[in-house]
Nanobody
Framework: QVRPVESGGGLVQPGGSLRLSCTPS????????MGWYRQAPGKQRELVAT???????NYAGSVKGRFTISRDNAKHTVYLQMDNLKPEDAAVYYC???????WGQGTQVTVSS
C-alpha cells in the first residue's frame, strides 16, 4: 500500500503562498489517484483537490483558482501549491491515496498576520 508522507506546512501571512509535498512510501505510486484534504478545528475533514493517475484534477470551489495540485511520478511526489492564502485556509492538511485507507499524518498550515 502507498502510505503518504506530507511536508511543507507552516505559518504564512494572508495573501502569501505555501507549497505542500506528499511523497508516499511503498510502490505503485503512479497508478493511484491522490488527494489533499484539510481539517480545521471543530470542523469535518474536507476535500481540497484530487489528481488522477493521468493528471486530471478536481478542486473544491473554495480553493479553485488559488490552489494547484500536481504530481511528478518520476519523483513519486504530489504537490499542492497554495497561493493567495486566506485565514479560512488554516487547517491541518492531509494527503490521501484515493481508493485506499492510506492517509498521511498531516501538516499544519497557519494563515495569520
Amino acid at each position: 500500500q502507498v502510505r503518504p508522507v506530507e511536508s511543507g506546512g507552516g505559518l504564512v501571512q494572508p495573501g502569501g503562498s505555501l507549497r505542500l509535498s506528499c511523497t508516499p512510501s511503498g510502490t505503485g505510486f503512479s497508478i493511484y489517484a491522490m488527494g489533499w484534504y484539510r481539517q480545521a478545528p471543530g470542523k469535518q475533514r474536507e476535500l481540497v483537490a484530487t489528481i488522477s493517475d493521468n493528471g486530471d484534477t478536481n478542486y473544491a470551489g473554495s480553493v479553485k483558482g488559488r490552489f494547484t495540485i500536481s504530481r511528478d511520478n518520476a519523483k513519486h511526489t504530489v504537490y499542492l501549491q497554495m497561493d493567495n492564502l486566506k485565514p479560512e485556509d488554516a487547517a491541518v492538511y492531509y494527503c490521501h491515496t484515493l481508493g485506499t485507507s492510506a492517509w498521511g499524518q498531516g501538516t499544519q498550515v497557519t494563515v495569520s498576520s
